[in-house]
């Protein structure tokens, strides 16, 4: 059987990945990517105690599904947004929008 | 070394790889399609959790649907043929010493707490033992969550239509 602590460090991999990912990209669907990779390695995490912790109701998996549905929301939404920033700036490098910058 | 946790070491090794392939890559396309092999890492990952249900609704989701979705918004938006000259912004280094710190931590917390190297006992059927779950148990978060969707996705027509 893998170690529990296995699955914990490659979610801390991935969500330091991730992290870095969200604070360095321009572009801001490789922004978007990055919070979605971040998310991931949360489910990961989920998924992982409710395996290894008595299972009684499967609280990890249960709220892993609403973390995805969650994440596919805020996806959807995020691109309607950068769509509607493409359109009104012809860019979607956040460091080029500071349009609420002083 | 068992076989189980030679196929976690390989699987890992991919996902670890396709991320770091999605974050440090240069080209935008690229990274999008290497998202995909990570959530399909992800999902075998899941399979080995004896995750079944979860490991579909990851593919379903994740590789058929947000990563579409994302391919759709980059062709929108770039020109992909075109080459940027930078694709990070100039804090890389403090991101690195964050993203650095953030991983330490993380690991000091995951192996030195509590050691679990064996699993209790497997539910006889999970997936059916889920679906009654969220109709009972989760009754009221499954309704919000169905709420929040709808509210999305009215949202997000709105937001992407031309006026």
């Not at chain 2, 030679?6 to 670890?16: C, E």
Request: charged share 10%.
């Amino acid at each position: 059987m893998i170690p529990l602590s296995h699955y914990l460090v490659l979610g801390a991999i991935l969500f330091s990945l991730g992290v870095f990912g969200a604070l360095t990209r321009r572009n801001a669907i490789a922004i978007l990517m990055s919070i979605e990779l971040m998310l991931n390695a949360v489910n990961l995490n989920f998924i992982a105690f409710a395996r290894y912790l008595p299972q009684t109701l499967l609280q990890g998996q249960v709220f892993a599904i609403f973390v995805i549905t969650v994440a596919a929301a805020e996806a959807a939404v995020g691109l309607a947004i950068v769509l509607g920033l493409y359109r009104n700036f012809k860019t979607v490098n956040v460091d080029e929008i500071n349009l609420m910058k002083w | 070394m068992t076989l189980q946790l030679a196929i976690f070491y390989v699987v890992a090794a991919f996902t670890v790889w396709a991320a770091a392939v999605v974050v440090l890559g240069k080209n935008i396309v690229r990274a999008a399609v290497a998202l995909i092999f990570s959530f399909c890492g992800m999902a075998a990952l899941y399979v080995l959790l004896d995750a079944e249900f979860l490991a579909a609704v990851q593919v379903l989701i994740y590789v058929g649907g947000i990563t579409i979705l994302l391919l759709f918004a980059i062709m929108l938006t770039s020109r992909i043929a075109s080459k940027t000259a930078r694709v990070v912004n100039d804090q890389v280094i403090l991101s690195a010493m964050v993203a650095v710190g953030l991983l330490v931590g993380l690991i000091y917390a995951s192996t030195s707490g509590l050691v679990m190297t064996a699993a209790p006992p497997l539910l006889p059927e999970t997936s059916p033992f889920l679906g009654r779950a969220l109709l009972t148990t989760y009754a009221l978060p499954f309704e919000v969550v169905s709420i929040l969707l709808l509210a999305a996705m009215v949202g997000a027509i709105i937001l992407a239509r031309k006026e």
